[in-house]
Nanobody
Framework: QVQLVESGGGLVQPGGSLRLSCVGS????????MSWYRQAPGKERELVAR????????NYADSVKGRFTISRDTAKNTVNLQMNSLKPEDTAVYYC?????????WGQGTQVTVSS
């Protein structure tokens, strides 16, 4: 059974930092493309960051470039999202996504709220 379990969300003040983690199981993590998406109330789900399985190349949404960093630890089947200089507009539910062998999997999401 495939599982993606996110953690690390919470309430943080503007300018603060959070680190999200997603642990995958039930699929071949080492060959999966891993991504973080987010969905704010009343908005569509959008790509935040992606990391490839082989080269480890990354790409980011323009709105988070220079502030967020995606990384993966294949030994721990984990993908992380380090979020710095957080803004109120980063408030959303953050989802982990895996694409493995042409199949797509989603985590249940973790809430991030940026507010003073």
């Amino acid at each position: 059974q495939v599982q993606l379990v996110e953690s690390g969300g919470g309430l943080v003040q503007p300018g603060g930092s959070l680190r999200l983690s997603c642990v995958g199981s039930g699929f071949t993590f080492s060959t999966a493309t891993m991504s973080w998406y987010r969905q704010a109330p009343g908005k569509e789900r959008e790509l935040v960051a992606r990391i490839s399985s082989t080269s480890g190349s990354t790409n980011y949404a323009d709105s988070v470039k220079g502030r967020f960093t995606i990384s993966r630890d294949t030994a721990k089947n984990t993908v992380n999202l380090q979020m710095n200089s957080l803004k109120p507009e980063d408030t959303a539910v953050y989802y982990c996504k895996a694409i493995s062998q042409l199949r797509l999997y989603w985590g249940q999401g973790t809430q991030v709220t940026v507010s003073s």
